[in-house]
T-cell receptor, first 113, second 111 residues
Framework: EDQVTQSPEALRLQEGESSSLNCSYTVSGLRGLFWYRQDPGKGPEFLFTLYSAGEEKEKERLKATLTKKESFLHITAPKPEDSATYLCAVQGGSSGSARQLTFGSGTQLTVLP | ETGVTQSPTHLIKTRGQQVTLRCSSQSGHNTVSWYQQALGQGPQFIFQYYREEENGRGNFPPRFSGLQFPNYSSELNVNALELDDSALYLC??????????FGPGTRLLVL
């Protein structure tokens, strides 16, 4: 059974204070690791897909990296508008024909001005 | 903007009732997945439809059922509602089972 654990559960940063969010996973045959951003009461917004260890992707102040056991979402010089819940999900080979996502519980990020 | 829409945005039902939630996918997206998200938790997979056939199901009872239509719309039906069914219901559409793009969700409250 695929499992995803995210830490910390909540993180408060001052504007400009860089940090990283962690996503640890166990999966049978990783097809992809996904990062989403979710604002309160809204659907998850796609950020990145990573497919293999060593892969990195960047978008504005966000950078996602992947190893064989975990992924990190690095946030450089965050702004208050980066405040949201960040969700990590894996798509594994054990799901058969369905490419379902298994999500972690998320990290709630608050960036203070 | 993902092009995925859901209706209604909010819904209040009482225990034992039935509910139908609707999703309209991006044109050409032949796969739709439904997820349940309880407060403070990540989304949990309910089931997936590919070309109008169910091709995967999570740990949800048979009273959760769905349909996918040729016009890229889909439905989630829940019978005999229970209090624990209160959650945000999300649909996600995909082209050929690649990245899943989520709609805004339907907030269901069961009293």
């Amino acid at each position: 059974e695929d499992q995803v654990t995210q830490s910390p559960e909540a993180l408060r940063l001052q504007e400009g204070e860089s940090s990283s969010l962690n996503c640890s996973y166990t999966v049978s045959g990783l097809r992809g690791l996904f990062w989403y951003r979710q604002d309160p009461g809204k659907g998850p917004e796609f950020l990145f897909t990573l497919y293999s260890a060593g892969e990195e992707k960047e978008k504005e102040r966000l950078k996602a990296t992947l190893t064989k056991k975990e992924s990190f979402l690095h946030i450089t010089a965050p702004k208050p508008e980066d405040s949201a819940t960040y969700l990590c999900a894996v798509q594994g080979g054990s799901s058969g024909s369905a490419r379902q996502l298994t999500f972690g519980s998320g990290t709630q990020l608050t960036v203070l001005p | 903007e993902t092009g995925v829409t859901q209706s209604p945005t909010h819904l209040i039902k009482t225990r034992g009732q039935q509910v139908t939630l609707r999703c309209s996918s991006q044109s050409g997206h032949n796969t739709v997945s439904w997820y349940q998200q309880a407060l403070g938790q990540g989304p949990q997979f309910i089931f997936q439809y590919y070309r109008e056939e169910e091709n995967g199901r999570g740990n949800f009872p048979p009273r959760f059922s769905g349909l996918q239509f040729p016009n890229y719309s889909s439905e989630l039906n829940v019978n005999a509602l229970e209090l624990d069914d209160s959650a945000l219901y999300l649909c996600a559409s995909t082209l050929n089972q690649q990245t899943q793009y989520f709609g805004p969700g339907t907030r269901l409250l069961v009293l």
